[in-house]
């Protein structure tokens, strides 16, 4: 039996990139995704709210409900979550500070503190270094797709990613993160964001994507050698 994988998507853009993209590549690679999940965000009466969220202990409590109903060792867990507007009271954040200058340093310990919250071999924590509209700027040009007569505006975005070493490296500020560059530029995104941004990915690839975010590659890195395990 292939191992299999469940992946805690914070939105629906992640939970759509997840199964249209990553279901079927990994598949390829002999990694079984399951139906990816909106993770949750607060538990209230009984009942799990999902999607989005500031909440670590309902994330928390989520995954360990996961970690609990599957106990076999071939069933691993992950997550995509942005480091962008990260949940407040997520382990290690006050620690990870003094990284905020070196992103990739501040979000590897970010990971290493989540993981040692979680507390079981079989977790892979994954924080988007922003967020995932980081990756549609490893090939903005692919916006014309759903938007013609934008041309000057998708220059534009790619004149912002050409002014980086990686779209991983685009900042987090309340108006400068890369879904909001996206929105300055075409507006009409904002509410079509988790429809467009996975279909504009599933067109720049994951290899372009993998080779221009060096923090997300090495995340799909250890997801495909789950494939060489079993």
Known sequence: ??????LFAEGQTELTFADTVLKPHL????????PPVLIAHARKKGRVHRGGGRRYVAMK???????????????FFTTMIDLYAIHADLPGLADAEE????????????????AKDIQDGRFI???QLHEFEAYLFSDPAWFRYFYDRHERQIAALKAIADRYASPELINDGPDSAPSKRIIAE??????????VGPQ?????GLNVIRGKCPHFAAWLEQLEELGSRF
């Open 1 to 6: 039996m292939p191992p299999r994988l469940y």
């Open 61 to 75: 409590n989520d995954i360990l409900r996961f970690l609990a109903q599957e106990k076999g060792q071939d069933v």
């Open 99 to 114: 990284l905020r200058h070196i992103p990739e340093k501040r979000v590897q310990a970010l990971e290493e503190a989540f």
């Open 186 to 195: 075409i507006p009409d995104y904002k509410d079509a964001k988790s429809a």
């Open 125 to 127: 924590p994954y924080i």
């Open 200 to 204: 504009v990915a599933e067109l720049i």
């Open 27 to 34: 598949a390829g690679v002999g990694v079984f995704l399951h």
